[in-house]
């Protein structure tokens, strides 16, 4: 069974960092694409960062161009999102996913995470 676990997500000023983790157990991490998503209170959930299984292969959304960075590190079958600048408009709950196929959208990715809270004070 796919297990995805988030952590790392807290509460932020404005202009601070955080790093999330999701760790994955269950499927054969290294062939997975990697995927961040996020969901604000009312809103869609949106992509914001993927890693594909290939090196070298990323993804981000315009809205966190230069402030985000993906990573993953398959000996510790962990994904990570370094996220610098954040904004208050970052606040939402964070989502990791895994998908073999997974790409830029939600309906890429058939296995979630629980999600981790990251709030940002202004």
């Known amino acids: 069974e796919v297990h995805l676990v988030e952590s790392g997500g807290g509460l932020v000023q404005s202009g601070g960092s955080l790093m999330l983790s999701c760790t994955g157990s269950g499927f054969a991490f290294n062939d997975y694409a990697l995927g961040w998503f996020r969901q604000a209170p009312g809103k869609e959930r949106e992509g914001v960062s993927v890693i594909g299984s290939s090196v070298g292969s990323t993804w981000y959304a315009d809205f966190v161009q230069g402030r985000f960075a993906i990573s993953r590190d398959n000996a510790k079958n962990t994904v990570y999102l370094h996220m610098n600048s954040l904004k208050p408009e970052d606040t939402a709950i964070y989502y990791c996913?895994?998908?073999?196929?997974?790409?830029?959208?939600?309906?890429?990715?058939?296995?979630w995470g629980q999600g981790t809270q990251v709030t940002v004070s202004s």
């Open positions: 996913a895994a998908d073999r196929w997974g790409g830029s959208t939600r309906g890429t990715y058939g296995h």
